[in-house]
């Protein structure tokens, strides 16, 4: 089945604490992001991708990095979470800039 | 930037009532996407429609690009599709980013 997976679906952990989220496609889709959605924001792009090795920032890249060694795998790296990083993440992907986005289910973080 | 309104904000409908959500955009796109958000926040792929009009079981689309709005057709509507319901266009910066709406949140009773 075509999907992007992302895990962990859900995660609470303590300010400072290094964490990644994993996402995966399997549609070898070349364009790949990352968005943030957070109450009266709405969804916010962290950071994409158009290819392996080529990554940029999006409008809210502060406190994130990414890395996009493998066409398939796109992980979202918090190297020392804030509170203000509690949201809820999707990664998204598709074959080419501005085509059809499928999204990953969402990864629920909490930072306490 | 380009903006993107939906509307209503707000809708309730009772179990079997049919319904239409629209989407203006303020600029032309070469696409289109409508998304549902269920109650456990997944987005769930609905159309993609740059223009024309698609139909997919009870929910069809349809999209008027030189006059920049879509509308969303849900007739027969089920518990099962409550939540939000987003339309997203491509940002005018090349950066691949979606522009989405901001939201119409739909309750179906039974």
């Known amino acids: 089945e075509a999907q992007v997976t992302q895990n962990p679906r859900y995660l609470i952990t303590v300010t400072g604490k290094k964490l990644t989220v994993t996402c995966s496609q399997n549609m070898n889709h070349e364009y790949m992001s990352w968005y943030r959605q957070d109450p009266g924001l709405g969804l916010r792009q962290i950071y994409y991708?158009?290819?392996?090795?080529?990554?940029d920032k999006g409008d809210v890249p502060e406190g994130y990095k990414v890395s996009r060694k493998e066409k398939r795998n796109f992980p979202l790296i918090l190297e020392s979470p804030s509170p203000n990083q509690t949201s809820l993440y999707f990664c998204?992907?598709?074959?080419?800039?501005?085509?059809?986005?499928?999204f990953g289910q969402g990864t629920r973080l909490t930072v306490v | 930037g380009i903006q993107v309104e939906q509307s209503p904000p707000d809708l309730i409908l009772q179990e079997g009532a049919n319904s239409t959500l629209r989407c203006n955009f303020s600029d032309s796109v070469n696409n289109l996407q409508w998304f549902h958000q269920n109650p456990w926040g997944q987005l769930i792929n609905l159309f993609y429609i740059p223009s024309g009009t698609k139909q997919n079981g009870r929910l069809s689309a349809t999209t008027v690009a030189t006059e920049r709005y879509s509308l969303l057709y849900i007739s027969s509507s089920q518990t099962t599709d409550s939540g939000v319901y987003f339309c997203?266009?491509?940002?005018?910066?090349?950066?691949?980013?979606?522009?989405f709406g901001q939201g119409t949140t739909l309750q179906v009773k039974p």
């Open positions: 998204a992907s598709s074959y080419y800039i501005n085509t059809e986005a499928f």
């Open positions: 997203a266009v491509p940002g005018s910066s090349n950066t691949g980013k979606l522009i």
């Open positions: 991708s158009m290819n392996v090795e080529v990554t």
